[in-house]
């Protein structure tokens, strides 16, 4: 008697032909004086902003947030950006447990009296696939420069990709709760895409 299906001896395989031939058409380019002008707005859908910070020394946990916009607009010329703007919801954060999430929004937060996250950049341009993007953080009622260090990741079929990495301390914003149980500095990391409109 057979119990369950012999096992495949057919090797499995490295990629999707489809998929790949629609990869080699994409053009991707990771030149950014080959991005054509114009407004790039974020993708949520390819987007990911989270936040991670130490937990009584023992662990760095993760907090992302599912609700983010933004835009920028690009000039080719000299590979810069200007009105870089990025905006969250504070309520939107996600740790995987709601009841802990929502104590985060209320007590963190503060998200009913500081309803979004703001961070605004004039200017930023892109040097040997890299850039240090300094900007304002509105956060929790405070104002304060950031600065995103930020890889330029491509260009392919309209669309930019960046990652982003910063450091801060939440106590410059007033966001002191449960210090020094739960760090000071936090370390935000992004995973960005955008579209030209």
Do not use: C
């Amino acid at each position: 008697m057979t119990i369950g299906a012999a096992a495949s001896t057919t090797p499995p395989k490295p990629e999707d032909t489809g998929a790949a031939a629609q990869y080699r058409q994409l053009n991707a380019t990771a030149d950014p004086g080959a991005a054509p002008a114009g407004t790039y707005k974020l993708d949520p859908h390819h987007t990911s902003v989270i936040a991670k910070l130490a937990h009584m020394d023992l662990s760095r946990y993760t907090l992302r947030f599912d609700d983010v916009s933004g835009s920028f607009d690009f000039n080719p010329s000299g590979a810069s950006a200007s009105n870089v703007e990025i905006t969250i919801d504070p309520k939107s954060v996600d740790t995987g447990d709601q009841a802990f999430d929502k104590r985060i929004a209320s007590k963190f937060f503060e998200a009913e009296k500081y309803p979004t996250m703001n961070f605004i950049a004039d200017s930023v341009k892109i040097m040997n696939g890299h850039a240090s993007v300094a900007g304002i953080l509105n956060f929790h009622g405070v104002k304060k420069t950031v600065v995103l260090h930020t890889t330029y990741r491509g260009f392919a079929q309209s669309r930019m990709g960046f990652s982003g990495e910063a450091t801060f301390k939440r106590s410059d914003f007033g966001v002191s709760e449960w210090v020094p149980l739960e760090a000071d500095d936090v370390t935000i990391l992004v995973e960005a895409e955008f579209t030209r409109l």
